[in-house]
């Protein structure tokens, strides 16, 4: 619970950036979040990102890596490596993907929280 709270936390105090991930600051996001959730290895549902900004949130609480890739849907295409850590980790970036439909390609040896907000909705891929 206090991880689901810290993460929201994280998501409403990011700013507005644009091109590749980074580090981001302390504006309000444009949406509620897309929470995923999981443990070790995965991938996450299809998501649709709009051409704006787009905010990914992680918690992580493993002692190995922590790599998150944003895949483009169809093509398998790395759009953005978002997080790349070792150990536990609290921490917002940001992208600009173009609009298209999207998933989260998750390396983790724990558990782990991605909250995404700003320019995305739901994807109508199956």
Request: with cysteine.
């Amino acid at each position: 619970m206090k991880r689901k709270i810290l993460l929201v936390i994280v998501c409403l105090l990011v700013s507005f950036s644009c091109g590749t991930a980074e580090e981001v600051g302390n504006d309000l996001p444009k949406s509620e979040p897309f929470t995923y959730t999981g443990s070790g290895t995965d991938v996450t549902e299809y998501f649709k990102c709009e051409g704006e900004v787009v905010f990914f949130g992680a918690s992580y609480s493993g002692s190995g890596n922590f790599i998150v890739h944003l895949v483009r849907v169809g093509s398998g295409e790395v759009e953005a490596y978002l997080f790349n850590e070792i150990g536990s980790y609290t921490g917002t970036v940001s992208d600009n993907p173009s609009v298209g439909d999207y998933f989260l390609e998750v390396e983790a040896s724990g558990e782990w929280e991605i909250a995404i907000t700003g320019s995305v909705t739901y994807s109508n891929v199956i």
